[in-house]
């Protein structure tokens, strides 16, 4: 049987290069506009697994996750709200809400938030802490708020998000939908154009199984061009991090090479060091997008998966 790869999700080509294999899967490179894919991707029972309540044991949740969700809300505070820049009253949606830290930081700075988390254990705190009308529980593609009464989001943040869609310009297209016109859309993402995935190449921390894809900003603002979303800003992301932070998430997912190096380097600080916060560039980018009018964006023929021989 001959195996025929479904045209760029990106620019409809057809030319790919083998990157690298990760366990069971392989990455593959598009000639053309150099996006990253897995090909064919991975099961659905496959994702399933991954997206069990150990997901977020990389993050250190259950074993710090005082100081790991004090990490993501002053990401999400200094980095991700701030540039973005919304008026209190704002209605917001996180996808990928995880255990809520961008919703509180968001309630906190006087806007409305929503969310929207597949993994059933972090999906259940949401809805204790904020409301079960405030959460949805399934694939973003089918993200309904009934409490909302029609209104639309004034921003919806996708942090470490569109990497792991099935169908990135359907997502894109459904982001468009839920935003009132003039309201954007912030992603943050892996940059395969950034110096640590140059450096590090097939040891690059991102290339993980259930990241479908790895953009760089060109390729992602085609997509977000197509969904009718205009770009208002693109740069680099950056994260407030600790060195305990960073060698639990390199244990969890070891990498040649960087987990050993990292280890040692934590071995020989103390306590106090270890803990200690700091601002990083860790090879993603951020990227504004403003919805332009009412008009709908048409579905291009690239946007579909094709069949498989």
């Known amino acids: 049987m001959v195996i025929t790869p479904r045209p760029c999700e990106v620019c409809g080509g057809a030319e790919f290069r083998h ?105 259940s705190e949401i809805a204790r802490r904020f409301g079960p009308e405030r959460v949805f529980s399934g694939p973003f593609e089918r993200a309904s708020f009934a409490g909302l009464g029609g209104r639309a989001f004034d921003c919806v943040f996708m942090c470490d998000f569109i990497e792991h869609v099935r169908e990135p310009s359907t997502v894109l297209q459904k982001a468009w939908s839920l935003l009132k016109p003039g309201g954007c859309l912030a992603i943050t993402t892996p940059d395969t154009n ?22 760089n900003r060109r390729n992602l603002a085609t997509l977000l061009m197509r969904a009718g979303l205009t770009i208002a800003h693109s740069g680099t992301a950056r994260k407030v991090v600790t060195l305990e932070y960073i060698c639990h998430h390199l244990n969890a997912r070891p990498r ?22 700091a601002s990083f560039a860790l090879g993603q980018m951020l990227v504004v997008a403003v919805k332009d009018g009412c008009c709908s964006p048409a579905i291009t023929s690239t946007d579909k998966t094709q069949p498989r021989t």
């Open 194 to 215: 950034s110096p640590s995935c140059r450096i590090m190449g097939a040891g690059w921390p991102h290339y993980n199984v259930e990241h479908l894809y790895c953009f």
């Open 256 to 277: 040649p090479l960087v987990t050993p190096g990292v280890n040692l380097l934590a071995r020989c600080v103390g306590r106090r060091l270890r803990n200690w916060q």
């Open 19 to 123: 990157l690298l294999r990760r366990g069971e899967h392989d990455f593959w490179l598009c000639r053309s506009c150099r996006l990253i894919r897995i090909d064919p991707q991975p099961t659905d029972e496959t994702l399933a697994a991954v997206y069990s309540g150990k997901y977020f044991q990389a993050w250190g949740v259950h074993t710090n996750a005082d100081q790991v969700l004090q990490l993501k809300r002053d990401t999400f505070r200094k980095y991700i709200l701030r540039p973005v820049g919304l008026k209190k009253g704002a209605i917001v949606l996180d996808c990928g809400a995880a255990f809520g830290a961008l919703m509180d930081v968001a309630a906190e700075s006087g806007l409305e938030p929503y969310g929207i988390e597949l993994v059933a254990e972090a999906a």
